[in-house]
């Protein structure tokens, strides 16, 4: 009888299981993925060999690479690149983590307060969370970006626009700025130099601009694992669980258990309540199946698999939104070709942002070539200059949005990949019913039946058709500003990489799955700490930290709630995951 | 037009038998099908000097996709995309298969015979015979409905020198094709949903969509990255991507950092 188990090591489950190993309770991490506990050895800096969603080390899949993938139905045109793993998403996020926008939260009163999803709003204030938000960023860190040559032209189009300079952690109003990184800022070699034999930590700490933030970060050569540059949970969450006794007094070492897939959540009903009992959980490798009993269950598998295990096990469902009102910022993608170098296969692969609070944001997003012939084709447009599609809106940008492809693709490429500047458009995507996750009726896999996206990119509400012109316009003229001669809008089909609220928190019982203390609604003694509680998409800025937020006030409310403890973050100072005591277990663990 | 097809026909206790030559050399042919639409759909991403870029009518002077098995590799990756195959896909490519025959797809008629419904069931039987150990390949599908498509736009596609009538066309017309796939075409509709189990019957508009949207964007990143040139288990790339070259990416190979860093934006460099 454990504790507390938490299913998934992905962006929010090791917070909770780090913060509670704090505590010194008994705390099992089960991750339904690989562990890959030397990077340096498993990945590359290859794009297909990272991301290949189907053989990539970095797919949803278990560790034998040998073995098939698993399987998720998608049955329109879109893309899922949601991972599996110990760090789960954030293996291959670029370590932004901007906070949310204050308008989506309750008791908002500003001047642009009707821009925001109101009907749908966090069922807490901003000024409740900022504590948590401020624990989590001196806990990863979290710190200003440093530049490279794609921000530097990011930044003249900011300028050339008048956008002001944000300095502050909060976004008040329309501005841009360095991305607020979890990434350490470089230090020694690291940023100076290609010669590999001179970035090996300790001569080289910190971000190394290698430029391969999407194919994984195992830099500095040799490097302890909490001393990666980039602080995905795998380098920063979960080594600070490993190492909770030497860092907390009473602390007790959290357990890990990877490839390891949870099929089932447990739960017994009495007196009219329902509540979580345990797990059970199958080996991927040997297919072998075990059962673990806990106090409290932590549901973080993210938000397609939270949806997807709560149906498979059979947990109650009264109000029907387990799955639904899913968001994903329905990104757009337009794109700049230039005379001159942009840097944009080297350094950290996103470190500048604009803000547009109401709308949502847009930020620079550094690829490589076959991610960036990727990123031209996913399309709801058509192929430009010969069928729409429907759409192929034309506006800022030059010619009607859609794919490049043909000739137009191989004269865009051989541009050369240093001669273009990519802004992503995330858009405030307000919460909608039908934009859902439900169980796909594909035959089922080794771990019960599986999930599937049911999205649409047409008929959005008016909010988030209206939200995504807005970003999508300011990048062409930001691009504009910046020197672009050339501007292509592609209009993505629906990019799966922002994905939440599918299991959403909320005030009324009629339209949300998660309390406003994190617990599940219907089921007692079972949380949920991915991205899937979230109550709506935070207005547009990236999730990770604020999820992470709220993972650390659900750790506060499960051992107030059913271990009598009392809360810390206002009480005490974080350890940041790069502590040296850390690194000296990292080190004692071979990690 | 036959809409055809039908359910799979489940294995016989004790197996099939033996299989009439003609269907070996049907599937053959369908192999060499898949593998030229694969072709003719990679030079749409990356056109080159090749005769499947110049069968379109689209091309660029040097090495492409064709000099390093691109086309290939992206077969494989939409095979392993799919599971389950077996039980879903081979009766759509099954149903497929007779309209691809109706309206003189050439591979199809290699069948001699089909829609006739008794060559249909032996198609079927022949397709489960010969990937009874392995994963019925949904690229061999994905051609089947790239094929179809284009004879049903254009019939002169059928001739050509290709297996694949897909691979015949010229770049407008395999444009129009994915037109086709994306807003479909109510004729495939009609034939997917018919031949789709219960309990997808209907679902046949997304997974067209599914096809026409995973075919483009999965075959720019494979002909544009350096998928199987890497070797992971000897961590060795076999040659230097052609698309290396083209986009001027890393001209001497992967490195682990640049000398990028300029500093902090107004000097910030904390909150």
Redesign the interface.
Known sequence: MRDVIVVGAGGGGPVVAAELAGRGLDVLLLEGGPRHANPESEW??????AN????G?LRFGPEN?DK??W?RE??????VWELSGVGGTTQHYFGNCPRPYPGVFAGYQGVDAALYDTAYRFPLTYAELVPYLEWV?ATLPI??A????K??VF?QGCEGLGLP?Q???DTTGFAY??Q?NAIL??GG????????SL?VYPD?TGC????HCFQGCY?P?RAPRNQLARRSTDNSYVPLGLAADAVHPGGRAMELRADSFVTQIHHETSGGRTRATGVTFRDNETGETFREDATVVVLAAGAAESPRLWFNSALPNPNGWVGRGHTDHWFDWVVGLFDDDT?N???GNSC?RVEYPGYGGLENAGL???????T???SES??RG??T??RGKTGAWDGPAG?L???E??EF??H???RMLNVLCITDDHVDPEQRIVPS???A?ENGAVAKYDLQSRGRLPATERNREFVATRAAELLRAAGARSIYRVDW?PLQLHVHSSMRMGESETNSVTRPTGEARFVDRLFLADNSMLANSLGGPNPTLTTQAFATRTAETILATYFGGEGWVHTEAPVVTTDPRITERMVSLGL | MAAGGGAAVAEPLGGYPDLPPWADAVLDRLLAESTDAMRGVVV????AGDPYSLQQG?T?TGPGPLDQRSPE?FGA?ID?????AD??LRPVAVALMATAADVGDPAARAAGGLPDPAVTAAVDRALGYRFTDSTFPASLLAAILLDVTAVLLDPRTVAGPFASAFANAR??TK??V??AL??PLPELISIVDEALPQ??TG?AS??L??F???L???S?????????L?D?RT?VLSARPV??D?????PNG?????????????G????
Request: glycine share 10%.
């Open positions: 590359s800096h290859l794009e297909f060999d290949d969603p189907t053989s080390y690479r098939p993938g399987y998608w049955s329109q045109n879109s893309f960023e710190k200003p440093p530049m490279g040559r921000e530097q930044f300079l300095t502050s952690r700025r360095p607020p800022h470089p070699n690291a940023g100076r130099t290609d010669d590999s970035l080289a190394t601009f290698c430029g830099l050569l840097g296969s080297r350094g500048a490589t070539p076959g991610i960036q012939a990727f031209m084709n996913l058509g192929i010969q069928y599609n429907g794919r492809a043909g000739a693709l191989r490429m051989s050369g990949i240093d009726l594909f035959p896999d089909a | 749409m991403m990356m056109p689209v660029a590799a990756l392993r995309f799919v599971p389950h039980q879903l770049y407008e444009c129009r994915f037109e994306e807003s309990p997808l679902s997304g997974i969509r599914f026409g949207g995973i483009l964007d999965g720019a990143f494979t002909a544009w990255s350096e998928h199987d890497w992971r961590r698309a290396w083209i986009a001027d990416y890393r992967p490195v682990d950092g640049h000398a990028e860093f300029l500093g902090f934006h107004r910030i460099d904390s909150f």
